[in-house]
């Protein structure tokens, strides 16, 4: 079973910056993508950056520029450096990775139980 921690949220004022961490424990052979996605009351939960095996990133268009998705392949760590937070940045920011516990299995999406980032203006 895999395993999934999230780190560094907190509360910061508009313009000011966090870095978030997803750490992964448990057996992992093979991880295809990471994520982070983010949910604010009342509305869905949405891909905010993305990270493949080959390093290939994409953004949400509201935070390219804004936001950085780093990974630490030998930690099976993820990282989103978030600058110049906009209060529309509130949510909860949940990390994803894609991956297998063992060579053979199936891939599945494993979650964090989530990290709150709330932007005061």
């Known amino acids: 079973q895999v395993q999934l921690v999230e780190s560094g949220g907190g509360l910061v004022q508009a313009g000011g910056s966090l870095r978030l961490s997803c750490a992964a424990s448990g057996s992992i052979f093979s991880i295809n993508r990471m994520g982070w996605y983010r949910q604010a009351p009342g509305k869905q939960r949405e891909l905010v950056a993305g990270?493949?095996?080959?390093?290939?990133?994409n953004y949400a268009d509201s935070v390219k520029g804004r936001f950085t998705i780093s990974r630490d392949a030998a930690k099976n760590t993820v990282y989103l450096q978030m600058n110049s937070l906009k209060s529309e940045d509130t949510a909860v920011y949940y990390c994803?990775?894609?991956?297998?516990?063992?060579?053979?299995?199936?891939?599945?999406?494993?979650w964090g139980q989530g990290t709150q980032v709330t932007v005061s203006s």
């Open positions: 994803n990775y894609y991956c297998n516990a063992d060579a053979g299995m199936w891939y599945r999406d494993y």
């Open positions: 990270i493949n095996s080959a390093g290939s990133t």
